[in-house]
């Protein structure tokens, strides 16, 4: 596996040609990931760029969108929250196991102080926290938003509100900010930029999508950077990127899973018998965000897929059947 420097930008590139892909296909894809709105597109095997583009203009101005450009993670930013709190648990600084209340404090909902002390922090990882989901504002994190609806552990939805909370949790728990904790766990030792910005009630990573790339490439050696252990709980990392709960099997420690028997999609509490992208190798993990944030990750193939980009469709935040139809065209190169 290769490793670009954490002390330059040098990443050193293979050809498709080399990898006996088809090159010819990939104009198509060029012109279908255009079409959908993509700002950046970048494929990592072994480690080194294979593909690597850019389209449209910078957000904040309209100088060309380039490798240099930062661009929101939105709620693929959560696979990063994932492995931090697995390193504040190896440091020894909480336990997933834990209840939530020993690190936000009794009353961060308006539940019984039974039931709030029945929420852990596992139950934050895997949306299972059974806090009510019919509320107005699913990002809203006062405790007047957060109130009683399961029994943790028995039902799954996609509250951003839990998930947000775990900001809160990990600074508590470390007593650092967010991004100083980050930075010093992970940026630092892999040479990634970017860093976590404040909007709501939630805080959004942004970075470049070279910076994306390699915080893939660190999950995909499963949390070593060259001959760095950033994550050393073997346990833990197996866990994050596995089935976490038997209600949405498609779903780990934040990241989402190819390949399971049934799917709840975000939004929903029914479980419908597909995988997460059928046209993608089943071994597929990924982080997923609004308008088509996606950081898709194959260990059967040493790969790493990185789409940054304005919503391709404006009639679903998370847009999975986009994300299925660019796997076809990935699968006319690929394979």
């Not at 498709?16 to 060029?30: F, M, T």
């Not at 203009?57 to 929101?72: E, G, K, Q, V």
Request: aromatic fraction near 12%.
């Amino acid at each position: 596996m290769y490793f670009p420097s954490i002390d330059s930008d040098q990443w050193e590139t293979i050809s498709p040609d080399e990898l006996n892909w088809d090159s010819g296909e990939i104009e198509n894809l060029y012109e279908f990931l255009e079409l959908n709105n993509t700002r950046a597109f970048v494929v990592l095997k072994d480690g080194k760029i294979v593909i690597e583009n850019y389209w449209g203009n910078n957000i904040l101005n309209t100088a060309p969108f380039d490798r240099n450009s930062s661009w929101y993670w939105a709620s693929a930013g959560k696979t990063l929250t994932a492995l931090m709190v697995g390193i504040a648990q190896e440091d020894g600084l909480l336990s997933i196991e834990d209840s939530s209340a020993i690190y936000l404090g009794n009353g961060w909902t308006n539940l019984t102080a039974e039931q709030e002390g029945l929420i852990k922090i596992k139950h934050q990882l895997t949306m299972t926290t059974g806090l009510d989901y019919q509320v107005v504002n699913l990002n809203c994190t006062d405790p007047d938003c957060l109130s009683y609806k399961n029994t943790p552990g028995t039902n799954w939805f996609y509250h951003n509100a839990t998930y947000s909370l775990l900001k809160d949790v990990i600074e508590n728990a470390t007593e650092t900010s967010y991004n100083e904790f980050t930075n010093q766990k992970v940026k630092i030792k892999i040479g990634m930029g970017g860093s976590w910005i404040q909007l709501n009630n939630s805080d959004i990573y942004y970075s470049t999508a070279r910076d994306m790339a390699r915080f893939g490439l660190l999950i995909l050696n499963e949390g070593v950077w060259d001959e760095d252990v950033i994550l050393n709980d073997t346990n833990y990392f197996s866990n994050m990127v596995n089935t976490s709960q038997e209600i949405n099997k498609s779903y780990g420690y934040l990241w989402w899973l190819n390949g399971k028997e049934s799917l709840i999609p975000p939004g929903t509490t029914i479980p419908i018998q597909a995988s997460l992208a059928s046209n993608a190798p089943e071994d597929l993990i990924a982080g997923m965000g609004k308008n088509g944030q996606y950081l898709d990750i194959i260990p059967s193939q040493n790969l790493v897929i990185i789409r940054m980009g304005e919503a391709p469709d404006s009639d679903n935040l998370v847009p999975i059947n986009f994300h299925n139809e660019m796997w076809s065209y990935l699968n006319d190169i690929l394979f």
